[in-house]
């Protein structure tokens, strides 16, 4: 291949982009000849494409969602719950936020973990990202996503012109899973109050969760990630003046493993 060449330029542009694999011999060109998508999406993104205060009210044909899940649980007086979201609603800020979850024992994950992972990026930014759990690196570092996941995110924000200095992220338990396992659901339980707690304190503009994890948690929807990507949900607690809108979509982990998803 010359360098500077077409060839040379396409090649750098799916590195940039991710690809990291070739599925066959020769490329198959997926949208030639394909029908445009008349989905149920488009209707829902226009309508969730508004994220104004007072358009949220007149936003009929959004998706709602069921109660979020701490609120839930919390009904059904589970001691380290009930724990957990009294703690979160003592705090005023996102740093506050961290100081108690230093503090807090009550989610399993924390004997065997390194670090506390939290957030990072801007705690003023207008999109709070939710992933699943942290990782290795992310357990050695006490950062989320700085491992391969949070690299082709970082790459994925870059194509839409947006740096991670431009967002917050964090995730629906903030101790390692060992072995990189699902966190359970009394581990996300234990931890969801300080994720409500943590949109309540920055109210994004969008909440985007990553994975099936954070979508099913905080939309208390049953649906597989391969369903509810790509669709705009209402996300509200019950201190929260107003919902904030959300979407799932695949997690970096998954397209990393599944590059045609990409
Ligand atoms: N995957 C996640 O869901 N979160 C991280 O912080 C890293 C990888």
Redesign the pocket.
Known sequence: MTPGSKSQTILEWHQFIGVDETITSKPINRIAGSKPRPTTHATIIREASLPTESSFTSRKRLVSNSLPMATALTQNSNDTVRTAVELAALAKSVEGLRKTLENFDGCPLKKTATNL?FVDGNADADILFI?????AE?DRQGI??V?T??NLLGKMLASIGLSRGEILIS?TVFWRPPGNRTPTHQEIAACMPFVERLIEIVRPKILVM??GAAAKSLLGEAQGIGRLRGRWFSFKTQNMPHPVVATPMF?P?YLLRTPIQK
């Open positions: 992972v992933g699943e759990g942290p990782g992310e989320p996503f491992g996941s949070g995730n990553l994975g997690h982990a």
